[in-house]
């Protein structure tokens, strides 16, 4: 039977953009309705790596000076303000993300078997991201080791690892029988399973009901992201603080580490792209020349973009160069780039085991474990952020699932914007190796353009 009337993804999902861009915005939308007020946050990314650079500098130049230990007296309350004022809205933020996008997902599913064949290869793509993480980031950090002037970069003193659970206690440990108690120990693992079985929940409700709690997560997300916004708007002044304490301890250390720190990352978000062209040739039987010639220009746009949804028009022409039907590519790649993230992952554990590494704590494989579990339903609910607001909510509970210190964060989140060029570019390199795949598990049952 010819099926010619496979619905648009763009009526259902607006995707978003999955980072700043070049100008910092971004706009939160309801997924699944008509779009309410907005909130616009507009991000200082470079003023941001400016304070980065200008607080190593000033570090550099007054270790050994008398005006040091003043400045530091002044400096270090202020860092550890805005640090705190990073971290208070994690959890509601997460919360409320997580049901929206889990929510969003559910309704995806209803559209029918191509949607469910989607989304089948997006969770296995993430699955898949997450596991190479795991296995390839140590082993990467054994071969080209975090630098040895950096023991004292990017952790303070007084920054406390959890401790790391035992499997008995690891398996105890996801359910929690106190929600609030378990907010206040920072427990994300438990908190984040709730919140994905509440969402999933929610999609199951009668409608008038499930919008109800939908808009009052819709609102207490806008919420939170007015107040990240602003913490997020002072983010020059926080980190000039942070890092001239940490090149006061480090010294040259500080910039060698977060240059090895952002090579060996973005190597995470590469093995995603690898597979990326694997999944095409392998799974979408593609030539590699000619799939590797038709992303070029979709390639191109990520890079200078850094969004996936700029560079929807383009993802969408490499998909028609490449055979992909219009009724495929005009459904999966709206949809794709509204609720996937390939990279979330792999370069979000990458970043949890760097600090792992740099704390000095130990990584198990229950500790991997657990923020593989993280990592997997939080790339759903943050697909939508800013990138600089997504280093934050996404890496910030996988690394308390794992027991790794976030204050490392506040100081990486200024050079987030080098990584997130992989990021773009592997994502949308996966999002058109993905479309050509459902085109191709779909059969005889759309007939073929031209």
Known sequence: MVRRDLPRASGAIRPESEGPGRNGEHHLTDKAQEPVELVTIRLPVWW????????LTLGLLLANSVWLDPLLTVAKPVGTLWLRALQMTIIPLVAALLVLGISQMAQAAKAGKVARTMLGLIFAALIVSGLLSAIFMPMLLEAFP???????????????????????????????PNLVA???????????????????AI??????????????????????????????????????????????????????????????????????????????IFGA????????????????????????????????????RLGVRDATADFVLPLAVAIFRATSPAMNMAVAIYVAHLAGVELTPVTLLAGIAVALVISIGSVSLPGSISFVVSIGPIALAMG????????????????????????????VAVTANVDKTRGDDVEPVG
């Open 203 to 280: 999609s199951r409700l009668p409608d008038g009901q499930r919008m109800t709690l939908i808009g009052f997560f819709h609102a207490l997300a806008n919420a939170m992201l007015t107040i990240i916004g602003w913490v997020l708007w002072i983010a020059p002044v926080g980190v000039f603080a942070l890092a001239l304490g940490v090149a006061a301890r480090s010294g040259g250390g500080a910039i060698v580490t977060l240059a090895h720190y952002i090579l060996v990352v973005s190597a995470m978000g590469g093995l995603v792209l690898i597979g990326a062209y694997l999944l095409a």
């Open 404 to 431: 790794v210190p976030v204050e490392p964060l506040a100081l990486l989140v200024a050079v987030e914007m080098l990584p997130d060029i992989m990021r773009t570019l592997a994502n949308v390199t996966m999002n």
């Open 285 to 320: 039987r593609m030539s590699p020349a000619r799939f590797a010639r038709a992303m070029i220009p979709a390639q191109a746009v990520a890079v200078s973009t850094q969004s996936s949804l700029a560079s929807l028009p383009a993802m969408l022409d490499s998909a028609k």
């Open 146 to 176: 975090i630098p040895e002037a950096a023991s004292a970069m990017l952790v303070a003193d007084d920054v406390e690892v959890q401790a790391v659970p035992v499997i008995g206690d690891f398996i105890a440990s996801l359910i929690a």
């Open 48 to 55: 941001t790596f400016g304070g980065l650079i200008a607080g």
């Open 182 to 200: 378990a907010a206040a120990e920072t427990a994300m693992l438990p908190l984040t399973l709730f919140f994905a079985l509440f969402a999933v």
